[in-house]
Nanobody, 122 residues
């Protein structure tokens, strides 16, 4: 079973940027998810296996960018203009990435890794 590994988290001030990496992604459909303290895990963004579908939840549109480097078997999540509400543990997983009428459906298929902690605070 493919095991993805997340990295790149850290502490950043509001308005700052981070780039998360998800290694071991291969050429599969990958989703980024996050779980904030006291909240359920939610899907944030996904990229289809042929990079033909990309989806973001509304709260990160225009600030986050998902991309893939196939040669490195890595999917990135570039996060700009970070806000305190982005604070969470971020996970990546093999997932569905279906967009129907502008609504995205991200369902994790792979196993969960350790995640990478993102804290946005002044």
């Amino acid at each position: 079973q493919v095991q993805t590994v997340e990295s790149g988290g850290g502490l950043v001030q509001p308005g700052g940027s981070l780039r998360l990496s998800c290694t071991g992604s291969g050429f599969t459909s990958i989703g980024w998810f996050r779980q904030a303290p006291g909240k359920e895990r939610e899907g944030v963004a996904c990229i289809g296996r042929s990079d033909d579908r990309i989806y973001y939840i509304d709260s990160v549109k225009g600030r986050f960018t998902i991309s893939r480097d196939g040669a490195k078997s890595t999917v990135y999540l570039q996060m700009n203009n970070l806000k305190p509400e982005d604070t969470a543990i971020y996970y990546c997983s093999i997932s569905t990435c279906t967009v129907i009428s502008g609504i995205g459906y991200l369902d994790p298929i792979g196993s969960w890794g350790q995640g990478t902690n993102v804290t946005v605070s002044s």
